[in-house]
């Protein structure tokens, strides 16, 4: 039931069981039958009533699928430095020419910084464009039809 945003659900919850009595209870012949109300937004992750119509998900598999995905972000941020670490080794006579011709910290920084983020930008787009590629196929195997275009402003144009 949809109530009006004026309704006083605390009210309405009281007056169930003796509805229920009085009706559900007596023609069903279920004495421990009982009615509650729940937002519908909160019925898919975080409902376990009997009777539902569909398989609920659960929000302990978002967490636990959350907190996979942040560890594997961290792991790759951590090996991402440990790698930029590693080649900084072998561009000790970049920088050191680059001083030499004048360049102080700040802009040494900033070199590093936008090739940094030239590689990532570059790196996202070839995620997407490979995303592109296998998503045909992750569909026909999982039985979906995901889009990585789900926001109708960012739709390719056909």
Known sequence: MLLSPQADYKALTAK??????????????????????Q???????HSDLDY?????????????????????????????????TARSFMRVREVGVRKVLGANQ?????????????LTFIASGIAVFGIELALPYFNQLAGKELSIWHWPNFAPVS
């Open 16 to 37: 169930l069981p003796a509805f229920s009595a009085k009706t559900i209870q007596q023609e069903m012949g279920v004495p421990s039958y009982q009615m509650e109300l």
């Open 39 to 45: 937002p519908l937004a909160s019925i898919h992750l």
């Open 52 to 84: 539902e119509i569909s398989l609920n998900g659960s929000i302990t598999t978002i967490y636990i699928f959350i907190a996979a995905a942040f560890l594997i972000l961290l792991i790759a941020i951590i090996n991402y430095m440990n790698l930029t």
């Open 106 to 118: 700040g802009q040494l920084a900033w070199l590093f910084l936008t090739e940094s983020a030239l």
